[in-house]
């Protein structure tokens, strides 16, 4: 039997995306606690196995679901003004560094987003989604840890995301969600990667939920070349008719995660074939969004 310092080594390797030379485990299937019994267990687990912050490896607090309030409130992008329906930036918020938008919904702080700004883009051609929930910018350090999640199999790093996400999603969404789902890697990428990246994060998201569940609404029907490597323009078009949703997404509100929103491509795909599946509302909830 392992020793105590050696599971708590282990655990923070995995929670750490500085570690090199670690694997995280795969996540368990999403299970929905009772609340009450949720909160014993974490407490039980915080006395056993300490958790670490993943950006500052400084000891968590109970509430602090993978990442201190610390770190959090320093994420890039967080005193950002953005767009309700895209979640690009549209200014600072009034005193967040002066001057600032006034009357639009700040980033993160629960405020009612109906009565949030929309960008000169969406207005005058609005996307097929109908809201875009942001965690922050797509900069240092958020971007080292979606990149360790991605890219280095630190797949732990999916749990404190979907957490701050599913955090996100409370206070934000202007509609209760029915489920989760996420646009899948296409085959090829799948077999090389092993893991879909965006699904773990919509896992542990629905398990911090409780309430909504997670389904694979969105599939992949043909191979498409890789977005980042293609200019804006062309972006729409390599995804044309690649993404197909299921029957179930029928007359549902339905968030769709993503690790990193760029031009919007992916997630205009994902929502046009949800909504041609007769999906009621489609919710975009991404850890990052570039600036």
């Not at 694979?216 to 390599?238: D, G, I």
């Not at 919007?264 to 975009?284: E, F, P, S, Y």
Request: charged share 20%; proline share 8%.
């Amino acid at each position: 039997m392992p020793s105590n310092a050696a599971v708590h080594a282990a655990h923070a390797d995995a929670a750490n995306p500085r570690r090199a030379g670690t694997s995280a485990p795969v996540a368990p299937p999403a299970i929905a606690l009772p609340a009450a019994l949720a909160r014993v267990l974490a407490r039980i687990a915080d006395a056993w196995l300490p958790r670490t912050c993943a950006l500052c490896d400084l000891p968590l607090r109970a509430h602090e679901p993978g990442i201190c309030d610390g770190c959090l409130g320093e994420l890039p992008g967080g005193g950002t003004i953005r767009c309700l329906r895209c979640g690009i930036g549209l200014g600072r918020a009034a005193g967040a560094g002066g001057g600032g938008l006034p009357g639009a919904v700040i980033a993160g702080t629960g405020s009612p987003c109906r009565s949030a700004s929309q960008c000169d883009r969406c207005l005058r051609a609005p996307p097929a989604f109908d809201q875009t929930i942001v965690l922050a910018d797509y900069a240092p350090p958020l971007d080292r840890l979606i990149v360790a999640l991605k890219f280095h199999g630190e797949l732990a790093l999916a749990r404190p995301l979907g957490a701050l996400l599913a955090a996100r999603l409370r206070t934000q969404a202007i509609e209760r969600p029915d489920v989760l789902a996420w646009v899948p890697l296409a085959p090829q990428r799948l077999a090389g990667r092993g893991f879909d990246q965006a699904r773990a994060i919509a896992r542990s998201a629905a398990r911090c939920l409780g309430g909504a569940g997670t389904a694979s609404l969105l599939q992949r029907v043909r191979e498409t070349r890789t977005q980042s490597t293609l200019p804006a323009a062309q972006r729409l078009e390599n995804l044309s008719g690649a993404i197909r949703a299921g029957e179930a997404a029928a007359g549902r509100c339905v968030v769709v995660v993503d690790d990193v929103m760029t031009s919007g491509a992916t997630l205009q795909a994902a929502a046009d074939a949800l909504k041609a599946a007769g999906a009621r509302r489609v919710i975009n909830l991404v850890a990052a969004r570039t600036p």
